[in-house]
C-alpha cells in the first residue's frame, strides 16, 4: 500500500469513527417525546396562556407523536405552577404563563424557598397583550391629559396587587408624577364590573377583558399601555401617543422550561411551538381576543425577560409593593 492510500485509509477510518460517536446523540436528540407531555398553565381556564395552550396543544401532538396534556395550576401569581415545573426532571413538563412569573413576582414575594429566574428558563414568547386604562363613561374623563388631573384621593381599580394592570398604573402614576389610591380586586373581570359600576372611576385592564365593554360602549378606553394600539380598538391611543414618549408597559404569555433541560431540547420545542402558534387560524383566534402572536427564540425571550425584571423592579420598589 502506497503512503498516499494509507494516509486516505487512515482519514476515512478517522471519519467513520466520528460518524459512529455522533450517532449516540442524534438518537437522543431524536428520542424525545418520550411519553406524553404536560403543559403547565398558571392560570384558570379560559384565560390567555391557557387558551393559549389549547389552541396548539393538536399541532404539538402531531409534531412531537405524544399526546400533550393542559393542566392549570392556578395560585400565587403563577408561582405554584412555576414552583411544579422548576421541580420537574424528566423534561416533559412546560410552564404556559405571563412572563411576570419571571419579572415581577421575584421583586414581591420574597420568602420562596428557590429563585425562580435561575430555576425556569424561556423557551419561546408566545403572544403580547396590552392593558387598557377605562374609565366609567360618567366620568367624562376622555383622555390621559384628564386622567392626570384626578385627585390623589381617587381611586383605581386592578386585578390584584402586584398584577400587570396596577403594575402599569404605578408605572404612568410615577410617569406623570401623580398618585391616587389603589383599589385591588381578585382579577381583571371584577375590576371592570366595579368600574362599570363607578366604584371606581378607573382601571389599567388587560385588554381581552374590557374590550367587549368597550365595543358597548359601557366602558371609556383612555388609552392602551403597549408600544403598538389594539388591533380590535384602533382608535384608542397608546400611553405613548397620548403625551409620554418611551412608555412601554407590554406583557407576555410565555413558554417556560426547568433550567436543568438541555440547550438543544430546549431549541428543538421552542421551533415546534413557534411553528405551531404562527399557524394563520392560530393567529387569527387570537387577534380576536386582542392578543399578538410574538414568537421569539430562547435567547430574545431571555433578553427581553431580563429588561423588563429590571424595570418593574424600580417600579415595586418607588411603590413599595411586597406580597410576602
Known amino acids: 500500500m502506497t503512503r498516499l492510500a494509507h494516509t486516505l ?12 460517536a455522533l450517532q449516540p446523540l442524534a438518537a437522543q436528540a431524536q428520542d424525545w417525546p418520550t411519553k406524553p407531555v404536560r403543559l403547565i398553565s398558571s392560570f384558570p381556564p379560559g384565560t390567555p396562556g391557557d387558551v393559549i395552550a389549547r389552541l396548539i396543544q393538536p399541532a404539538l401532538q402531531v409534531a412531537w407523536k405524544q399526546s400533550v396534556i393542559v393542566d392549570n395550576k392556578p395560585g400565587a401569581g403563577g408561582n405554584l405552577a412555576a414552583l411544579d415545573v422548576a421541580h420537574a426532571r424528566d423534561e416533559h413538563t412546560l410552564l404556559v404563563g405571563p412572563d411576570t412569573i419571571l419579572t415581577i413576582n421575584p421583586h414581591l414575594y420574597k420568602k420562596l424557598n428557590i ?8 423557551v419561546t414568547y408566545l403572544a403580547s397583550f396590552n392593558q387598557t386604562l377605562v374609565c366609567n363613561p360618567q ?3 376622555e383622555s390621559l391629559k384628564a386622567f392626570s388631573q384626578l385627585p390623589a384621593t381617587a381611586l383605581y381599580a386592578s386585578g390584584g396587587t402586584g398584577s400587570p394592570s396596577h403594575m402599569t398604573m404605578e ?20 375590576a371592570a364590573l366595579d368600574v362599570m359600576a363607578r366604584h371606581v372611576d378607573c382601571g389599567f385592564i388587560v ?12 366602558l371609556q378606553a383612555i388609552a392602551v399601555s403597549g408600544q403598538a394600539r389594539s388591533v380590535q380598538m384602533p382608535t384608542v391611543p397608546t ?4 403625551g409620554y414618549p418611551g412608555f412601554d408597559a407590554t406583557f407576555f404569555e410565555t413558554l417556560l422550561a426547568p433550567a436543568s433541560m438541555p440547550a438543544a431540547r430546549v431549541d428543538q420545542i ?10 394563520p387560524d392560530v393567529k387569527a383566534r387570537l387577534a380576536e381576543i386582542d392578543l399578538r402572536v410574538e414568537a ?23 411603590a413599595q409593593i411586597q406580597l410576602d
Do not use: C, F, M, N
Not at 9 to 20: C, F, N
Not at 171 to 190: D, M
Not at 239 to 242: G, L, Q, R, T
Open 171 to 190: 408605572l404612568l402614576l410615577t410617569t406623570q408624577g401623580t398618585q391616587l389610591v389603589h383599589v385591588p380586586y381578585k382579577g381583571p373581570g371584577p
Open 115 to 122: 429563585d425562580l429566574r435561575t430555576a425556569l428558563q424561556p
Open 139 to 141: 366620568a367624562r374623563i
Open 239 to 242: 400611553v405613548a401617543e397620548s
Open 270 to 279: 421552542s421551533r415546534d411551538v413557534r411553528a405551531a402558534i404562527e399557524a
Open 296 to 318: 421569539t427564540t430562547p435567547q430574545e425571550a431571555r433578553r427581553r425577560s431580563e429588561q423588563d425584571y429590571a424595570k418593574w423592579g424600580a417600579v415595586a420598589q418607588r
Open 207 to 218: 385588554s381581552s377583558v374590557v374590550l367587549p365593554y368597550v365595543q358597548s360602549k359601557r
Open 9 to 20: 485509509l487512515l482519514r476515512l477510518l478517522a471519519l467513520a469513527a466520528a460518524g459512529l
